[in-house]
């Protein structure tokens, strides 16, 4: 199956600074996500970006699909951006699940 | 905005008895999934349903799982006899239609955590 790799593993940060988070993929993907997971588990969607670039806010993301890669940006650190931000892919057709990445966890330090 | 919705957010049970675990997916979507997260892991695929039908299914999603719609707006995942191993975060997922652009996105649920004692 498809393979996804996200890094760095591990961010620490202090609030203000800016951020680049990647993640690549082993085949073609018709489906791109990248969530950030918060300290109750919950998962929040941030993007979907199969290809090309998305801003919202302070972050942004883009996907190079034939290089398969992508980029997620966050711009002037806040302690709440702190937790793991995952990349999921779906390289099939049809309902198939995500794949995701092991994620970066990001801390933000005041 | 429309989200899903899952309960209960905690569960815990006794290994070998059966759970289930409910899900209410954003009303007009087709496309339902189930996901587990084993504590400090990554996210894994179990399942996807479409049309009242299992779609595709993981390793992961053997015998002991299940999965149904019993009515017009509820998913559930019923574990038949749980094992220790089974202690995990479930998220439930769903998408309006994944095989048109732009209508792929999966939306996920806060999550059920459940902890077999």
């Known amino acids: 199956g498809i393979q996804v790799e996200q890094s760095p593993p591990d961010l620490i940060l202090q609030e203000g600074a800016n951020s680049t988070l990647r993640c690549n993929f082993s085949?073609?993907?018709?489906?791109l996500q990248w969530f950030h997971q918060n300290p109750w588990g919950q998962l929040i969607n941030l993007f979907y970006i199969p290809s090309g670039t998305k801003q919202n806010g302070r972050l942004s993301a883009t996907t190079v699909a034939t290089e398969r890669y992508s980029l997620l940006y966050i711009s002037s650190s806040q302690t709440t951006d702190s937790g793991v931000y995952f990349c999921a892919v779906h390289s099939g057709g049809g309902a198939d699940g995500l794949t995701f990445g092991k994620g970066t966890h990001l801390i933000i330090q005041p | 905005e429309p989200e899903v919705t899952q309960t209960p957010s905690h569960q815990v049970t006794q290994m070998g008895q059966e759970v289930i675990l409910r899900c209410v997916p954003i009303?007009?979507?087709?496309?339902f999934y189930w996901y587990r997260q084993i504590l400090g892991q990554k996210v894994e695929f179990l399942v996807s349903?479409?049309?009242?039908?299992?779609?595709?299914k993981s390793e992961i999603f053997d015998d002991q799982f299940s999965v149904e719609r019993p009515d017009g707006s509820n998913f559930t995942l019923k574990i038949r006899s749980t094992k220790l191993e089974d202690s995990a975060m479930y998220f439930c997922?769903?998408?309006?239609?994944?095989?048109?652009?732009?209508?792929?996105?999966?939306?996920f649920g806060p999550g059920t955590r459940l902890l077999v004692l």
């Open positions: 009303s007009n979507h087709l496309y």
């Open positions: 997922a769903s998408s309006l239609n994944p095989g048109l652009a732009g209508r792929g996105t999966q939306y």
């Open positions: 085949d073609s993907v018709n489906n």
């Open positions: 349903f479409y049309n009242n039908e299992i779609s595709e």
